[in-house]
């Protein structure tokens, strides 16, 4: 424990705050300024997260003390700025209106709207994937057994769980059901838009990573929630997000099995949600294919 916040946390924290702290400190609202146009450079955010789980495993073994509690504390404080700005851009996005706005302005400035539109996919993904990955390590971070309480934030919570709702509302759940008669497109990247479902210009390597980054996201959360409590129309979002997983033309299994496990500690844990979780189930059983579609 003690080797961890002395000689692996501080680096890593480091690298966190040089990657995307000034970004985020200078232009707060913007989503480009955050993550950058381009491929996304997630190493730092990653590397965070690599240690947080080794302290988590850690304290399995042997609680926090005072004065690591303090070094923990006052690493937190450092990030937690940061943390909010990146988590909360991706929870406010409108991907659609992202995605749409900056094509009409490449348009109208006569830009090439190939060029145009492959920028603010890479811009859009970039700050979901980046905002995935934060809401993740703080949810795996506040999970610490022994941890002090001051760690859960209701801000960065609240943006946690608006984060993970939105990127499988907006990205997820659409690339995983294409319209009837459309399929994936199998390069992937921006270029193959015209193969894309629901009109989103990612195929399949970065349906992959969406899948990938909230699946993790919401296996973090299921941690959160076994120590601590959310308010419950935060967990009717979560529920009602999940249980979508399930209910796509093309499933993605490490998502599902997240979102199983999720459900699973709601269901437990909160007996007053058992009857609306149920009724969402309901709801949603006919829906699925039957017949020639269920065969296909």
């Not at 980046?130 to 001051?150: D, M, N, Q, W």
């Given at each position: 424990?003690?080797?961890?916040?002395?000689?692996?946390?501080?680096?890593?924290?480091?690298?966190?705050?040089?990657?995307?702290?000034?970004?985020?400190?200078?232009?707060?609202?913007?989503?480009?300024?955050?993550?950058?146009?381009?491929?996304?450079?997630?190493?730092a955010?990653?590397?965070?997260?690599?240690?947080?789980?080794?302290?988590?495993?850690?304290?399995?073994?042997?609680?926090?003390?005072?004065?690591?509690?303090?070094?923990?504390?006052?690493?937190?404080?450092?990030?937690?700025?940061?943390?909010?700005?990146?988590?909360?851009?991706?929870?406010?996005?409108?991907?659609?209106?992202?995605?749409?706005?900056?094509?009409?302005?490449?348009?109208?400035?006569?830009?090439?709207?190939?060029?145009?539109?492959?920028?603010?996919?890479?811009?859009?993904?970039?700050?979901?994937?980046?905002?995935?990955?934060?809401?993740?390590?703080?949810?795996?971070?506040?999970?610490?057994?022994?941890?002090?309480?001051?760690?859960?934030v209701?801000?960065?919570?609240?943006?946690?769980?608006?984060?993970?709702?939105?990127a499988?509302?907006?990205?997820?759940?659409?690339?995983?059901?294409?319209?009837?008669g459309?399929?994936?497109?199998?390069?992937g990247?921006?270029?193959?838009?015209?193969?894309?479902?629901?009109?989103?210009?990612?195929?399949?390597?970065?349906?992959?990573?969406?899948?990938?980054?909230?699946?993790?996201?919401?296996?973090?959360?299921?941690?959160?929630l076994?120590?601590?409590?959310?308010?419950?129309?935060?967990?009717?979002q979560?529920?009602?997000?999940?249980?979508?997983?399930?209910?796509?033309?093309?499933?993605?299994?490490?998502?599902?099995?997240?979102?199983?496990?999720?459900?699973?500690t709601?269901?437990?844990?909160?007996?007053?949600?058992?009857?609306?979780?149920?009724?969402?189930?309901?709801?949603?059983?006919?829906?699925?294919?039957?017949?020639?579609?269920?065969r296909?």
């Amino acid at each position: 424990m003690d080797r961890i916040l002395a000689e692996e946390l501080p680096p890593a924290a480091e690298n966190f705050l040089r990657a995307y702290g000034s970004k985020a400190g200078a232009k707060k609202g913007r989503r480009s300024d955050v993550a950058g146009d381009g491929v996304a450079d997630l190493r730092a955010v990653r590397q965070l997260t690599l240690v947080i789980h080794h302290l988590r495993d850690a304290t399995w073994r042997c609680p926090i003390t005072e004065a690591q509690a303090q070094l923990l504390l006052a690493a937190f404080g450092r990030l937690q700025p940061v943390l909010r700005t990146v988590i909360s851009v991706a929870a406010d996005m409108d991907v659609p209106g992202a995605l749409g706005l900056a094509s009409a302005a490449g348009a109208e400035e006569g830009a090439d709207e190939g060029g145009a539109s492959a920028s603010s996919a890479a811009s859009v993904l970039n700050t979901v994937l980046l905002g995935l990955e934060a809401a993740s390590l703080y949810s795996v971070l506040s999970s610490c057994l022994s941890a002090p309480p001051s760690l859960v934030v209701e801000e960065l919570t609240s943006a946690a769980v608006r984060c993970l709702r939105q990127a499988l509302r907006q990205l997820a759940l659409p690339l995983l059901s294409p319209p009837s008669g459309s399929r994936r497109g199998g390069g992937g990247g921006a270029s193959s838009s015209a193969s894309a479902p629901a009109g989103l210009p990612f195929g399949d390597e970065e349906t992959g990573q969406i899948c990938g980054a909230a699946a993790s996201a919401m296996h973090s959360m299921h941690e959160f929630l076994c120590r601590h409590r959310l308010a419950d129309d935060q967990l009717h979002q979560l529920v009602h997000a999940a249980l979508g997983t399930f209910f796509t033309a093309s499933p993605h299994f490490p998502l599902c099995a997240a979102a199983e496990e999720l459900l699973t500690t709601i269901f437990c844990r909160f007996e007053s949600l058992r009857p609306s979780a149920l009724q969402e189930i309901l709801v949603r059983v006919p829906k699925l294919p039957s017949g020639r579609r269920a065969r296909q």
